[in-house]
């Protein structure tokens, strides 16, 4: 099983396009349906897919969750590339290296035409002060050049190809039907209609490692803004 390093819950109104997108940190804190034990939120996929995923999220935020996408990095960098690369400015040098994971980054400062692959290791970079915080900053940056990026791109040329990119290497509760007509949507929406927001809380140390204790109070009042008291699929 792999964990996951970014999870987005997202609604998308079809009266407006407007589209909401809340970054939960990887190592949020929940209690993961079947374990006892306050845990990171990534390991809810590792334990039990993105079913067990949903249902914990479902349980831990009070909200329900009609629909789910899960890709894996190669996915991502596939659909990066399909695009053309993505053109955005490094902020920083980044260098990380985990042979375990059989991770290796080495990004220079300064504006860049990231290709898939590079984009992948854009957006798992947490190797510094910000910790999880910088890389769902990052996340959350690449999703708007993303977006961006996807409204300008040749529809006859490359929509259908994405599709099928998509139908093949990602798991959803979409139909094939469904992602096409997503995809279309996207095409003509506005940059400007997407907001992002990270889950309230704050980074705590404890047991050797930083995590992510969300206010439940703030959190209640973020998921009724961004969700409930919208129209949303």
């Given at each position: 099983g792999k964990r996951a390093d970014t999870v987005f819950l997202i609604s998308i109104n079809k009266q407006t396009g407007h589209i909401n997108v809340l970054s939960i940190p990887a190592n949020t804190?929940?209690?993961i349906i079947g374990k006892q034990d306050l845990t990171?939120?990534?390991k809810a996929y590792y334990y039990g897919g993105p079913q067990l995923a949903v249902r914990s999220i479902e349980n831990f935020l009070e909200i329900p969750i009609h629909h789910y996408i899960a890709l894996d990095w190669q996915s991502f960098a596939k659909i990066i590339d399909e695009m053309g690369g993505i053109n955005l400015y490094v902020e920083k040098d980044m260098t990380y290296k985990d042979p375990e994971l059989n991770l290796d980054i080495n990004i220079k400062q300064g504006y860049k035409n990231l290709s898939g692959l590079e984009a992948a290791k854009y957006v798992r970079f947490c190797s510094d002060e910000l910790g999880e915080v910088g890389r769902v900053k990052r996340q959350q940056k690449l999703l708007k050049v993303?977006?961006?990026e996807f409204v300008k791109i040749d529809s006859i040329a490359k929509l259908p190809k994405l599709v099928d990119i998509i139908n093949h290497q990602i798991t959803t509760s979409l139909s094939m039907y469904d992602i096409a007509t997503l995809v279309k949507s996207l095409k003509g929406i506005k940059p400007e209609v997407l907001t992002t927001e990270m889950l309230s809380g704050n980074?705590?140390?404890?047991?050797?490692?930083?995590v992510w204790l969300t206010d439940k109070e703030k959190v209640n009042g973020q998921i009724e803004r961004m969700f409930i008291n919208q129209s949303t699929e």
């Open positions: 804190q929940i209690n990171d939120i990534n993303m977006l961006d980074i705590v140390y404890v047991q050797n490692k930083d």
